[in-house]
Nanobody
């Protein structure tokens, strides 16, 4: 029943910015975790950022820390990923996923998303001249 829809992917030049959106419906985001994942072509999907919906605590992988900002709007059930200073290596599919209500700890154990999270189908980002 829970559904996640990513949007905002586009073609941008190196150094440019994009804001991705993840709309979550069919479930409340109270005291839960929402994560963003990146999968480059031919590569394994990796966790890049996460936010807890109750406390707003954020997590970042070193590769994006200082460039990407995750935020949330609980009233609309939307989680955003602001991506700045994009580089060609950032190209690929971006997915969002959420864990069950009452499990904000998914942000600290991201493998839980892979095991039992609910996922969107992804949005494409291409960074190129």
């Amino acid at each position: 029943q829970v559904q996640l829809v990513e949007s905002g992917g586009d073609l941008v030049q190196p150094g440019g910015s994009l804001r991705l959106s993840c709309e979550v419906s069919g479930v409340t985001l109270d005291d839960s975790a929402v994560g963003w994942f990146h999968q480059a072509p031919g590569k394994e999907r990796e966790h890049i950022s996460c936010i807890t919906t109750r406390d707003g605590k954020t997590y970042y992988q070193p590769s994006v820390d200082g460039r990407f900002i995750i935020s949330k709007d609980a009233s609309t059930g939307t989680v955003y990923l602001q991506m700045n200073n994009l580089q060609p290596e950032d190209s690929g599919l971006y997915y969002c996923a959420t864990g069950p209500p009452g499990a904000p700890w998914y942000c600290r154990f991201y493998s839980s998303f892979e095991s039992s999270g609910s996922w969107g189908k992804g949005t494409q980002v291409t960074v190129s001249t």
